[in-house]
């Protein structure tokens, strides 16, 4: 069976396109693109070309791009190339060069697919980027999931040279006499990937030549492994969580069954990320004090009294915003404050207004989320009480706690928690002269 004949075989086995698809490809201008664009002119299939000018090797960046716009148009393959600022967007996101490359292309390629009506974003990853990838997982600790490697097909994206060797690769472009341009940087082993193709893999064809071969069948066991522990956790995991509004909810009585088995809460927790060494440390927490949070990398938990509660997390700033003598909107989090000095002395029942004795004001207002210590004299209770406790009083959890406006005055004194209680020693007074209100809305 000839290369082409092995594509059309395998895109049929796993389901990857159906006959009147449009396929947008994404092209580098290295082998395997050239090689996967080549293949598909020749299948017939409805296919563009997408190309990524990253800014990032000068002139061959161009000769890469160059390259590619040729060959789209000497088989009259409609093509499409944008040019990022690479090293801009990784300093503005403060991420690494390649997660920025590879944000910004698949926010591009979608961008197109959305646009332009194609089915299918096709990549052109091949056998090796697949073991090279089990590798890289195996190395960071990422469990059974991360061994199943790279999937032939996921949402839109389509990988349909998974099936290829890199070896095979080589052979096939000069068996075609196809172009293509190598990037310099895929050999540096300052890369951990280019490490374990380099260095690694290397040493374990010594040891089984046929190596690919037999890690490929090795990763399908792994798959399969995966696919039969999820058909005894998922039934568990849907009716221990419970979805409520923006978080999931467990109830400590249904999770209990389970809590003392550490590969157990591993699996069931998985969705959200949570590491073994976090789970161990819920284990220890679990029959103890209540109030303990969790992290993972984009997630909180809360072990509360009866439930634990899941939030993703929000990644906003915690900047203070200042409420001075001229202010009349300033913004925090979700919140707009609209203020407004005037001698109205009339009392408003809402908790989302207050109204300040502006002679007793220190400007700037500081608007902030609580801190650990703080405290005030809620108006219309008894004395000082720590910020922590009227939380709790009033059963607002550690989640919400941390979204909610504090108002202070220039002096440290909390005037206003905002939407909840105002300080008993700001109220207006008939003695009153001068009133500041504060408004604050969602909207």
């Known amino acids: 069976m000839n290369v082409l004949e092995r594509l059309k075989s395998y895109i049929e086995k796993e389901h990857l396109l159906m006959s009147h698809h449009k396929i947008l490809l994404t092209v580098s201008g290295g082998k395997d693109s050239m090689l996967m664009a080549h293949l598909f002119v020749k299948a017939g299939y409805d296919i563009a070309i997408a190309h990524c000018n990253f800014q990032l090797r000068g002139e061959d960046s161009e000769l890469d791009e160059a390259l590619v716009k040729k060959f789209a148009e000497d088989n009259c393959i409609p093509f ?29 390629f979608e961008k197109l697919r959305h646009e332009l009506g194609f089915d299918r974003i096709a990549v052109a990853q091949h056998l090796n980027d697949h073991i090279e990838t089990v590798l890289l997982n195996l190395s960071r600790g990422t469990g059974l999931q991360g061994l199943q490697g790279i999937f032939p097909i996921r949402d ?70 995966y696919q039969l522990l999820q058909q005894f956790v998922e039934p568990i995991r849907k009716k221990i969580f419970l979805v409520a509004g923006d978080e999931w909810v467990v109830r400590k009585e249904d999770l209990e069954p389970y809590v003392d088995n550490l590969p157990l809460l591993y699996e069931l927790f998985s969705a959200f990320n949570f590491s073994k060494a976090v789970l161990s ?34 990644f906003v700033s915690h900047d203070e915003a200042l409420v ?73 959890s550690l989640f919400e706690k941390e979204n909610i406006p504090i108002v202070v005055n220039g002096n440290g004194d909390i005037l206003w928690v905002a939407n909840y209680r105002m300080d008993n020693r700001y109220k207006i007074t008939s003695n009153t002269k001068k009133v500041l209100t504060l408004v604050c809305r969602t909207d």
């Not at 600022?85 to 503005?92: I, L, N, R």
């Not at 989090?333 to 002679?359: G, M, P, Q, W």
């Not at 650990?372 to 720590?386: A, E, I, Q, T, W």
Request: glycine share 2%; hydrophobic share 35%; proline share 2%.
């Open 324 to 396: 001075t003598s001229e202010t009349s909107t300033v913004e925090w989090k979700l919140y707009c404050f609209h203020a407004e000095v005037s001698s109205d002395l009339a009392i408003v029942r809402s908790n989302a207004i207050v109204k300040l004795d502006y002679e007793l004001l220190v400007f700037p207002l500081t608007i902030r989320s609580w801190k650990v210590g703080d405290s005030f004299y809620p108006l219309g209770m008894n004395g000082r009480k720590k910020l922590s406790d009227f939380f709790i009083n009033k059963k607002i």
């Open 80 to 108: 499409f190339v944008s040019h990022f600022d690479t090293k801009g967007y990784a300093k503005e996101n403060q991420i690494s060069i390649q997660m920025a490359a590879r944000e910004l292309r698949y926010t591009w």
């Open 281 to 314: 440390d819920l284990q220890q927490a679990w029959r103890k004090a209540s109030g303990r949070i969790f992290q993972s990398d984009c997630y909180h938990m809360l072990l509360d009294r009866n439930e634990l509660f899941i939030r993703e997390k929000e």
């Open 156 to 225: 839109r994206i389509i990988r349909p040279l998974l099936f290829l060797k890199a070896s095979e690769i080589e052979h096939y472009v000069k068996e075609y006499s196809i172009a293509y341009r190598d990037d310099q940087s895929n050999f540096s082993t300052k890369y951990a990937r280019n490490k374990i193709r380099i260095d690694i893999i290397p040493h374990f064809r010594k040891l089984q030549p046929d190596f690919e071969t037999i890690f490929d069948q090795n990763i399908t066991h792994f798959k399969e492994s």
